[in-house]
């Protein structure tokens, strides 16, 4: 059975930083790519950022230059380090992956930015 639990969520002003973590069991996490998807209120889930077996990362506009998406493959942990947050950031996040040609779910952490 393959687990993605976040953690770090939280309440924060704009302008502060957040650390998402989600750590993954039941699969070889060190050679699948990571994501990080986000919900906001009313809105389709969309892709943040992803980083791939070999370290190389994507990421969306919106979050390009503030977001920096990261992997501990001895942990089974995937990070997401989120400075100079703004409200529009405000959403459930998510991890996933895709593995054994299923997509894989946690279920979020939610991230709310006040202004």
């Known amino acids: 059975q393959v687990y993605l639990v976040e953690s770090g969520g939280g309440l924060v002003q704009a302008g502060e930083s957040l650390r998402l973590s989600c750590t993954a069991s039941g699969i070889n996490f060190k050679i699948y790519t990571m994501n990080w998807h986000r919900q906001a209120p009313g809105k389709q889930r969309e892709l943040v950022a992803s980083?791939?077996?070999?370290?190389?990362?994507n990421y969306t506009d919106a979050v390009a230059g503030r977001f920096t998406i990261s992997r501990n493959n001895a942990r089974n942990t995937v990070f997401l380090q989120m400075n100079s947050l703004k409200p529009e950031d405000t959403a459930v996040y998510y991890c996933h992956t895709r593995a054994w040609g299923s997509d894989r779910w946690g279920r979020g952490t939610q991230v709310t930015v006040s202004s």
């Open positions: 980083i791939e077996s070999s370290g190389r990362t």
